[in-house]
C-alpha cells in the first residue's frame, strides 16, 4: 500500500513524579529523641525524603527531550534545579510554537518554510526532539534527506518515538535501502506504542522487508519459540502488528486486519472480526473498505446501506463499485434512490489516527 504523509507529531510521554517516601517510626523516634536532648522542640523536616535536585542536569534533559509542553511545566515545577536545568527545553516549546505557526501559515502569520525551519532548528538545539523532527521534516520534503536523517537519528536515540519511525522510514527510501535499520527503528517505536511505526512494521513484514534467516536478530531480540516455519512467524507478527495499530485507530491498518481475519493469516480466521474491522475502516473513510463492506450489505440484501457505502467507495475513486452501485440502484425506487444519495452526501468519517 503507497504512503501518504509522514508520522504527524504526537503527544510525549506523560510526567510522573518520584513517589515521596515517609521515615518510619524508629528513624522519626531517634530525630525527636535527638532534638529534645538539645532541648529543641520536636518537629519534622520539611526535606524528608527523596532529593530531586541530586538528578544530574545532562540526564534531566534527556529524560525530558521528548516532552510537550504542559508535561514540561510540570516538570519544571518539582524544585527549582529542574526548573533551571529545564529553561532550554521552555524556550524550544516556544519556539516550536514559532515555527509551527510559519509552517501553516497560523497565527497571524503568512506560511514561511525558512522562518519555520530556523525556528525548528533553534528549538533542536536546546534539545527538543519534537523540534528536531520538524525541522527533519522540512529537510526531506525539500530533498535534502541526510540532513532530514540526522535529524530523526538524534530524536531516535533519545527516545522520541515520531523520530524513531521517520527514521525507519527514511531508511526504507534512502538509496541505498537499509531494510534492517528500518525494521529496527520501527519496532522500537511500535514498542513504545506509536500505531503508524506498527502499521510500517506490518507492512515491513509482509512484504519480507529487513527479514532474514534470523528473525530474532530482524526485529529486535523477540524470540518466536512456538514456530519453526519463518513465513508462519512473519505472518502472526505481521497480524499482530496490523492488529495493534489498528486499535489504535489507524485506518490502513484496520482494512488490512480485516483481511487477516477473513484469510486465517496470522489470525484465527473469524469472520465476526473481519466484518467489524472492514466496517470500521469504511465508517473512517477508506475507499477500499467501503467498496468491500458495500458488497458484503448487498449480498445480505441490505440495498440501502450498501448504495451508500458503493457511493462514497466511487467518490473516492473507487470505479469497480459504481457498476454494482447501478445494478442496486435499478431495483429501487425513486424515493429511496434519493434518499441513498442523501445520506452519502451528509457522510462524515469517523475521527482516526490515519
Avoid at 8 to 19: E, L, N
Avoid at 38 to 61: N, Q, R, V, Y
Avoid at 68 to 78: E, M, R
Wanted: hydrophobic content about 40%.
Amino acid at each position: 500500500m503507497k504512503q501518504k504523509t509522514w508520522p504527524d507529531r504526537s503527544d510525549g510521554v506523560r510526567f510522573t513524579a518520584f513517589p515521596l517516601s515517609k521515615p518510619n517510626d524508629n528513624e522519626e523516634n531517634i530525630i525527636l529523641s535527638r532534638r529534645s536532648k538539645i532541648g529543641s522542640k520536636p518537629s519534622l523536616s520539611p526535606t524528608d525524603g527523596p532529593d530531586f535536585s541530586a538528578l544530574p542536569f545532562d540526564i534531566l534533559t534527556k529524560i525530558a527531550a521528548s516532552f510537550n509542553f504542559p508535561n514540561l511545566l510540570a516538570a519544571s515545577l518539582v524544585c527549582r534545579s529542574w526548573r533551571d536545568a529545564l529553561r532550554p527545553l521552555r524556550e524550544a516549546m516556544l519556539l516550536l510554537r514559532y515555527g509551527k505557526r510559519f509552517k501553516h501559515g497560523r497565527g497571524g502569520v503568512r506560511r514561511n518554510l525558512d522562518k519555520a525551519l530556523d525556528s525548528f532548528l533553534k528549538g533542536a538545539a536546546r534539545g527538543s526532539t519534537l523540534a528536531m523532527v520538524d525541522a527533519g521534516l522540512i529537510y526531506w520534503e525539500r530533498g535534502l534527506k541526510e540532513e532530514a536523517i540526522a535529524l530523526y537519528q538524534k530524536a531516535a536515540a533519545l527516545g522520541d518515538p515520531a523520530g524513531q519511525c521517520n527514521l525507519g522510514i527514511s531508511y526504507l527510501h534512502a538509496q541505498p535501502q537499509n531494510h534492517k535499520e528500518a525494521v529496527k527503528w520501527l519496532h522500537q517505536a511500535s514498542i513504545g506504542g506509536y500505531t503508524r511505526a506498527q502499521y510500517q512494521l506490518a507492512l515491513c513484514l509482509h512484504q519480507g522487508l529487513g527479514v532474514h534467516r534470523n528473525l530474532y536478530e530482524a526485529v529486535s531480540g523477540e524470540l518466536f519459540l512456538f514456530w519453526s516455519d519463518l513465513e508462519a512467524q512473519c505472518g502472526y507478527q505481521m497480524a499482530k502488528w496490523y492488529l495493534k495499530a489498528a486499535e489504535g485507530g489507524y485506518v490502513r491498518a484496520m482494512y488490512n486486519a480485516s483481511l487477516c481475519y477473513s484469510s486465517g493469516v496470522g489470525l484465527s480466521q473469524s469472520r465476526r472480526q473481519a466484518r467489524k474491522w472492514m466496517r470500521r475502516a469504511a465508517d473512517r473513510g477508506h475507499s477500499k473498505a467501503q467498496f468491500e463492506h458495500g458488497l458484503a450489505l448487498f449480498s445480505e440484501g441490505e440495498m440501502m446501506k450498501a448504495v451508500v457505502y458503493l457511493e462514497l467507495a466511487t467518490r473516492s475513486g473507487e470505479t469497480a463499485a459504481t457498476h454494482v452501485k447501478n445494478v442496486i440502484l435499478q431495483q429501487l425506487s425513486a424515493t429511496s434512490r434519493e434518499r441513498a444519495l442523501l445520506l452519502a452526501d451528509n457522510w462524515r468519517a469517523l475521527p482516526s489516527s490515519r
